[in-house]
């Protein structure tokens, strides 16, 4: 298989595609064409779990994310770097790390 | 099981117990009684796998790193927060960290 060169979002895109994600709590970062939420578990064991998932899908993808990890927070920062900014495939590793943190709620 | 309470290093310890982390590539921390290492990996797959080795450790021990990751790279910061201080918990993890670490050199 091979993956496609990610393309950035257009100035008509972004609205409409970024919409559904800001609304499931994600935040345009300052400063940075990214997006970033932060999300909490219970503990160490579900904050990695989730982490796993997130870690098979992104190689899967060879798209990666920024996340720092201390105990039960993660907090993750999405950007493609291939076109210094943001692009659909940050919004579907943003779709990806929302499902798997629903498998904690 | 049980977890005992972790104990801060006193200062007698300190340089003794210090000096082979410091050697091995770890710094003090600036303005926080704690130990900092930057590892850099081939690619995302080795970096997650060192990740997922500390992690199950990690939770082993009960004590957990501050750890940042964007493809090949962490960043791990440990103290102990039970003491607020560095005690042997965070050089224990420093040891099973550069541990792994050796399993990709």
Same mark, same amino acid.
């Given at each position: 298989?091979?993956?496609?060169?990610?393309?950035?979002?257009?100035?008509?895109?972004?609205?409409?595609?970024?919409?559904?994600?800001?609304?499931?709590? &994600?935040?345009? !970062?300052? =400063? $940075?064409?990214? +997006?970033?939420?932060?999300?909490?578990?219970?503990?160490?064991?579900?904050?990695?779990?989730?982490?796993?998932?997130?870690?098979?899908?992104?190689?899967?993808?060879?798209?990666?994310?920024? &996340?720092?990890? !201390?105990? =039960? $927070?993660?907090? +993750?920062?999405?950007?493609?770097?291939?076109?210094?900014?943001?692009?659909?495939?940050?919004?579907?590793?943003?779709?990806?790390?929302?499902?798997?943190?629903?498998?904690?709620?």
């Amino acid at each position: 298989y091979f993956i496609l060169q990610a393309t950035k979002l257009s100035e008509e895109q972004r609205p409409v595609l970024l919409a559904p994600v800001l609304s499931r709590g &994600w935040a345009i !970062v300052e =400063n $940075r064409d990214a +997006i970033f939420k932060n999300y909490k578990f219970e503990n160490f064991q579900q904050a990695f779990a989730f982490m796993s998932y997130v870690a098979l899908n992104a190689e899967k993808m060879g798209h990666h994310p920024e &996340w720092f990890n !201390v105990y =039960n $927070r993660v907090d +993750i920062t999405l950007t493609t770097h291939d076109c210094s900014g943001l692009s659909d495939r940050d919004l579907q590793l943003a779709g990806i790390a929302d499902e798997a943190a629903g498998h904690f709620v």
